[in-house]
Nanobody, 120 residues
Framework: QVQLVESGGGLVQAGGSLRLSCVASGDILRVRDMGWYRQAPGKHREGVATFSVPADTNYADSVQGRFTISSDRAKKTVTLQMNSLNPKDTAVYYC??????????????WGQGTQVTVSS
């Protein structure tokens, strides 16, 4: 079993910053991909920033230049530094990991989500 624990969400004014962190634990033999996704009310879940082994980083166009993803594979952590936040960034943010376990290849797991609210 794999667990993801997210932290760092909250309420911030437009123009402010937040830092999200996610720690993965459990039966993880190899990390394939870690990243952040978000879902705003009434909208589909979308990718925000992802980090794929060995070092392939991708950002949504809407956050390019404002958000930075970083990952420590050894510690199985991924962080998302969010700067210049605006109300359109308001959403529940989810951490996702794709990994190999003792019984599965490319298994996908999600965190419980953390709320980010940006006030205008």
């Amino acid at each position: 079993q794999v667990q993801l624990v997210e932290s760092g969400g909250g309420l911030v004014q437009a123009g402010g910053s937040l830092r999200l962190s996610c720690v993965a634990s459990g039966d993880i033999l190899r990390v394939r991909d870690m990243g952040w996704y978000r879902q705003a009310p009434g909208k589909h879940r979308e990718g925000v920033a992802t980090f794929s082994v060995p070092a392939d980083t991708n950002y949504a166009d809407s956050v390019q230049g404002r958000f930075t993803i970083s990952s420590d594979r050894a510690k199985k952590t991924v962080t998302l530094q969010m700067n210049s936040l605006n109300p359109k960034d308001t959403a529940v943010y989810y951490c996702r990991i794709v990994c190999d376990t003792s019984t599965l290849f490319y298994a996908e797991y999600w965190g419980q989500g953390t709320q980010v609210t940006v006030s205008s």
